[in-house]
């Protein structure tokens, strides 16, 4: 994780893509709920969010297709796993 705390240091967005509904359950301050399945029409608005991004849900499945997904789109990001992983290195 320590690729995560750095991404965090130097500014990364956190993306969460889960469900609305589970976001609003818990998640990292400050991150930006993307729901998986709208990313792909969302690439854009998530590019001018930031120049490097950490992606997470709840296990870590779905923030790994995000992270895919971006960066065959060329953004610079990684797969964060669960979101409390990050929600760690947030103060």
Same mark, same amino acid.
């Given at each position: 994780?320590? =690729? +995560? *705390?750095?991404?965090?240091?130097n500014? $990364?967005? #956190?993306?969460?893509v889960?469900t %609305? ?6 998640h990292?301050?400050? @991150?930006?709920? %993307? ?8 690439? =854009? =608005?998530?590019? $001018?969010?930031?120049?490097?991004? %950490? $992606? #997470? ?7 790994? *297709?995000?992270? &895919?997904?971006? @960066? ?5 990001? %990684?797969?964060?796993?669960?979101? &409390?992983?990050?929600? *760690?290195? +947030?103060?």
């Amino acid at each position: 994780m320590d =690729e +995560v *705390q750095e991404y965090l240091e130097n500014g $990364a967005v #956190v993306i969460d893509v889960r469900t %609305i509904a589970e976001y609003e359950e818990g998640h990292v301050p400050g @991150s930006k709920n %993307i729901v998986l399945d709208t990313i792909p029409e969302r690439v =854009e =608005e998530i590019k $001018a969010l930031g120049k490097t991004f %950490i $992606a #997470v849900c709840r296990s870590g499945g779905r923030s790994g *297709q995000a992270t &895919q997904f971006l @960066s065959d789109e060329g953004l610079d990001v %990684i797969n964060g796993g669960p979101w &409390q992983m990050v929600d *760690q290195f +947030v103060d």
